[in-house]
């Protein structure tokens, strides 16, 4: 079992993506510090410089700091007639929120970063007022609509040459198709990333480009072992990140963590036995960069690394002196974060069953479970929140489109009012005709639906009532034809294979005389063999007027693409047969069943997670009721 914490696709899609808006060093926010000083510059873009101040502390966790510095740039934002400011740092402050766990509070700042950006024409500020929305759409899993934004924030952004921000997009659309399992685009999107990168000159733009793109070729190394090339261009695209970030001299770059934990991810995961020392550089110096910029997640995943070295010697108690380390490294993050702590505490669980220490082993897995529990109850409550957020934005959305559709009118009744005073009296009547009319009509209007609401009612409740009785009758039926439709099941399956017997010997009789005995024999099996079908023809033309919705639900969900060996192999799993029985039956291989299994999942529009059994089980169910 491995000791690390988490792979290293999972840490970068996860965990980098809240940094790679990050410009996050010391040296960079001290010249930005220093330039609010300075008395040349004008109000805007003093605004501007808090903004990214207080975007680039909340990349690095400095939430309570970085709330500070947008609240000054807000304060200024208020006396400025572009309401592009203003959209600026809501959109920041959708992203500092997040970061504080407040997602209502987030969506509520994208929804007024949304409504301010609407009464600028800077296309830049509605760009990324979209892509920051888009940003947290993806973070809270709404991968469509993130998609579309994402999108949106590249159109307006064409021609002005915001080649950093359009990196980042690209970084996202990958991710997108990456979650999509679309390796083409995700591939031709982390090529897109870093050729804009290139051309923004940004070494944290460039540095980000470069560790995406070693994590894409590693990905495809692991799906084809045998392009040894992929690694190699997985180890020099990281490499690269790491140097560029290096280059920044005194500054502390997320990104040269992140490239660090991954050089030393992919040393222990290929070259374990010959790099074992730059394992241990890397993920060392991965641990005191992230301890510079309090980035718990990173060192918890140093520490896991460096724990696999001395477990797969046999030392199981260095190792477990190292998770116990990334153990008090958590304790001391003032953020609790319990999935780092079950997953440490299922690290040492297995290291105690390893050391052959069950008593041990039992101890760690309480206290995982402990954090499990509260890993669950802290999802459930977010869950919620979300939801409550999400339902929130889309009703302030259709608030903003319902004032802004107010505001059109009243511009047009203004316009009104204008020319009722140029006209004159006649004018100001036929325009107060026209309006009492058009009451009027909405007055009817509204009875009208009033109307068709209560007519609706009545056939709803009919509706109703007549789906009760048809359930009590359905029930009825159920009882009779229950038996009936497994017999029909087990029938169908049995009859073609014993039809496939009896044309096998209808060839055989062909070759014999018809006085010979085996002749009439022959023949008599044949006749009852009619019979039977004959009889078992009855019951099934009894059972599929009654209940012929199973086979053609299946086809309906399947959009008629179910063959009839699928039907059969449906059959069976539906009479609870094993592989294995399966198998017996027709004379195949197990393995064949499983394929078979993966082909009809595919053809049902099933996800890999989904049981076709449960499936088939629940559709026949349905079909009964």
């Not at 198709?177 to 999107?189: A, E, G, I, L, T």
């Not at 010959?274 to 309090?294: L, R």
């Not at 496939?500 to 062909?510: H, I, T, W």
């Not at 609870?576 to 049902?604: C, T, V």
């Amino acid at each position: 079992m491995r000791l690390r914490l988490c792979t290293l696709s999972t840490f970068i899609i996860c965990t980098f993506l809240f940094l790679s808006e990050s410009r996050g060093q010391n040296a960079f926010i001290d010249s930005l510090k220093n330039l609010t000083a300075d008395n040349t510059i004008s109000e805007g873009q003093k605004i501007e410089i808090l903004g990214e101040i207080a975007k680039t502390l909340s990349s690095e966790r400095k939430l309570t700091e970085s709330k500070d510095y947008a609240q000054q740039a807000l304060l200024l934002s208020w006396k400025e007639n572009d309401k592009k400011y203003l959209a600026n740092i809501h959109s920041i402050y959708g992203y500092i929120y997040y970061r504080m766990d407040s997602i209502s509070l987030a969506y509520q700042s994208v929804d007024s970063a949304t409504w301010y950006a609407s009464r600028t024409t800077d296309k830049k500020t509605k760009a990324m007022v979209i892509f920051r929305t888009g940003w947290l759409h993806f973070m809270e899993n709404d991968i469509e609509k993130s998609y579309d934004e994402m999108l949106q924030a590249l159109q307006l952004l064409d021609g002005l040459e915001e080649y950093d921000t359009e990196s980042n997009i690209y970084h996202y659309l990958s991710s997108i198709y990456s979650q999509w399992k679309d390796p083409k685009m995700q591939f031709y999107y982390t090529k897109l990333c870093l050729e804009t990168a290139q051309k923004s000159n940004d070494i944290d733009a460039i540095s980000n480009a470069n560790l995406i793109m070693g994590n894409s070729y590693l990905n495809r190394y692991r799906a084809d072992r045998e392009t040894k090339k992929y690694l190699d261009s997985a180890i020099i695209f990281t490499q690269t990140a790491y140097a560029k970030s290096q280059s920044k001299g005194t500054s502390i770059s997320s990104t040269q963590a992140a490239a660090s934990l991954n050089l030393s991810n992919i040393y222990l995961e290929f070259f374990r036995s010959d790099f074992q020392d730059s394992v241990i550089y890397y993920a060392e110096k991965a641990i005191s960069i992230a301890k510079k910029i309090e980035y718990t997640d990173v060192i918890v995943n140093g520490y896991g690394i460096m724990s696999e070295i001395p477990s797969s010697q046999g030392n199981y108690s260095e190792a477990e002196k190292m998770l116990n380390t990334a153990l008090l490294e958590v304790e001391k993050s003032p953020k609790k974060n319990p999935i780092l702590n079950f997953r440490i505490y299922n690290a040492l669980a297995g290291l105690a069953e390893k050391e052959n220490n069950p008593e041990k082993a039992l101890t760690y897995f309480k206290k995982q479970q402990g954090f499990y529990r509260e890993i669950f109850d802290n999802e459930k409550v977010k869950s919620i929140q979300s939801l409550e957020a999400k339902y929130q934005s889309e009703k302030n959305a259709l608030a903003l489109d319902s004032a802004e559709k107010e505001a059109a009118f009243n511009r047009t009744l203004n316009m009104i009012y204008i020319l009722i005073m140029i006209l004159g009296a006649l004018v100001i009547f036929f325009f107060f005709r026209s309006y009492r009319l058009k009451l009027k009509s909405s007055h009817q209007k509204q009875v009208i639906l009033e109307t068709e609401k209560n007519a609706a009612q009545l056939r709803a409740d009919y509706k109703e009532e007549e789906r009760a009785r048809l359930q009590a009758e359905s029930e009825l039926l159920q009882e009779r034809f229950g038996r009936m439709e497994k017999e029909l099941l087990a029938g169908n399956l049995q009859v073609e294979e014993k039809n496939k017997l009896v044309d096998m010997l209808k060839e055989r009789l062909s070759t014999h005389g018809k006085n010979d005995p085996l002749f009439s024999q022959l023949e008599k099996l044949i006749a009852q063999n009619a019979k039977i079908d004959q009889g078992y023809d009855e019951i099934k033309t009894e059972i599929e007027e009654v209940q012929p919705e199973f086979v053609s639900r299946l086809q309906e969900k399947s959009e008629n693409n179910l063959t009839r060996l699928d039907l059969k192999y449906c059959s069976y799993i539906l009479m609870g047969l094993s592989n294995k029985e399966i198998a017996n039956k027709l004379n195949i291989d197990p393995k064949s069943i499983r394929m078979a299994k993966y082909r009809i999942k595919q053809k049902l529009k099933l996800e890999k997670e989904d049981d076709l059994t449960q499936f088939i089980t629940e559709l026949n169910r349905n079909s009964k009721g």
